[in-house]
């Protein structure tokens, strides 16, 4: 059984950068063709796919972002990383981290619980 855990900061300053880690457990970053995802849903609003890093460390990102986005893994800790920086308040949301069937499948089989993460001076 393939577990994904979040964690980072709750509460970031704006214009500060935003750092989560995504611990797994159960399976390997590195097994094909899996890849791993960010995901983010603000208040109100739907899912939001954020970008993934493929078991080949090959990396997605979303366009709507800016390139403030960045996702990095330590295959020795089994963990994957997000950095978005200059955040704003409309950053605010609950984070994710998924496993997708294959890069830019959409197919999601596992989720982490989600953490809230609060952009706010």
């Known amino acids: 059984q393939v577990q994904l855990q979040e964690s980072g900061p709750g509460l970031v300053k704006p214009s500060q950068m935003l750092s989560l880690t995504c611990t797994v457990s159960g399976g390997s970053l590195t097994t094909s063709y899996y890849a791993w995802t960010w995901i983010r849903q603000p208040p109100g609003k739907g899912l939001e796919w954020m970008g993934a890093i493929g078991y080949d460390g090959s990396t997605y990102y979303s366009p709507s972002l800016k390139g403030r986005t960045s996702i990095s893994r330590d295959t020795s800790k089994n963990q994957f990383s997000l950095q978005l920086s200059s955040v704003t308040p409309e950053d605010t949301a609950v984070y994710y981290c998924?496993?997708?069937?294959?890069?830019?499948?959409?197919?999601?089989?596992?989720w982490g619980q989600g953490i809230q993460v609060t952009v706010s001076s």
């Open positions: 998924a496993r997708d069937r294959s890069p830019n499948m959409r197919e999601y089989d596992y």
